[in-house]
């Protein structure tokens, strides 16, 4: 019973060593770029386009810090960076130019948003077959790390958005349509290091969708979120819908890591963690969706993308004295079995 015991004892604290030398990470980056975009009609809009806004909503936490950025219409960059002092990625002061490169896990911990339109279309009134000057371009990141460190029972939280929106209003004609053509480089990855237990987690999400509703309605007439239907679908809905010409791959997904599946990968062009942000021609898939013939009437068409990134740590490892006071208890039966023999 003696050897026996004393073994359990052993088992427990070599078992338990390893643990004190283990972080676990939670890291993620959600990352899209929408490009050579435009908007066309299948006639000249009556009342022209309307301008209303090009705006950049990023915010980052960590740890029970935060911050939320909104950059002004007309504002192309936006950067929000929470992280704690002497953190190896540095500190980017909001409204800087985002640098949209992808950071990686660290040993530190961090969570940073990016926003960032680059362009808006022109001309803004193209018919159907023609091309633009300049194409709309709008590209988001969400990008969070975070480490519970060892010999502690710990938890550790980072989350982050970055939202880009690309609104204008336009008054049209009885039966008018109104198509939308562009590029997409989606990248989304979530990865979970180390001994973590269930409640850890790392994930990001990617949305895109593009809306057009008439002036004081509630429901939209055209409604698309590309989620990789061809031209089956693609995710069309709305009061009076629309069709499909291109849905290659979906810009609506979310990728998370677990202790059951500690990786999670989502990288439709292949572009890989290394070229984010490329724009090779002829590697990404082009979009194409038109809408019905639309009533006559001012609508609001909006271009959105929304990246979240949220990361879990909640490692619970047992402190050095827990695991002496348990060693000593059983010790103590040791005895108590040993004066009953006697």
Do not use: C, H
């Amino acid at each position: 019973m003696k050897k026996v015991i004393l073994a359990l004892v052993a088992s427990i604290v070599v078992a338990a060593g390893p643990a004190y030398a283990v972080t676990v990470t939670a890291y993620g980056v959600a990352w899209d770029n929408i490009f050579n975009g435009f908007f066309s009609f299948s006639q000249a809009p009556t009342g022209g386009i309307t301008p209303v806004d090009t705006t950049g909503i990023v915010s980052s936490g960590i740890n029970g810090a935060s911050g939320t950025n909104m950059a002004p219409t007309g504002s192309n960059e936006l950067i929000n960076n929470t992280s704690p002092v002497g953190n190896s990625i540095g500190s980017p002061v909001p409204g800087t130019a985002a640098t949209m490169t992808q950071i990686g896990p660290k040993t530190t911990n961090y969570a940073i948003g990016e926003a960032q339109i680059p362009s808006v279309q022109s001309p803004a009134v193209i018919l159907f077959g023609g091309s633009p000057t300049t194409s709309i371009q709008a590209v988001n990141k969400a990008e969070a790390n975070v480490n519970a460190p060892p010999l502690t029972i710990s938890g550790a939280q980072g989350s982050n958005s970055s939202t880009t929106s690309v609104i204008f209003q336009v008054v049209v004609s009885p039966g008018v349509q109104i198509r939308f053509q562009g590029d997409a480089a989606p990248y989304v990855f979530s990865e979970l290091l180390g001994p973590a237990d269930s409640l850890s987690k790392a994930d990001s999400k990617i949305d895109a969708t593009l809306s057009i509703t008439a002036q004081g309605a509630t429901t939209p007439a055209f409604n698309w979120a590309p989620n990789g239907g061809g031209t089956s679908g693609g995710d069309v809905s709305g009061s009076i819908g629309g069709t499909v010409q291109s849905d290659p791959f979906s810009l609506n997904i979310d990728r998370s890591a677990t202790s059951l599946d500690p990786t999670n990968l989502y990288d439709p062009t292949g572009g890989g963690a290394g070229t984010i942000g490329n724009q090779t021609p002829g590697a990404f898939g082009a979009f194409e969706a038109t809408t019905n013939p639309l009533p006559a009437g001012t609508y609001t068409v909006v271009l959105s993308m929304d990246e979240i990134e949220s990361d879990i740590v909640d490692t619970t490892v047992p402190e050095p004295g827990t695991i002496l006071l348990v060693g000593a208890g059983i010790l103590g039966l040791a005895a108590i079995s040993r004066r009953k023999r006697s």
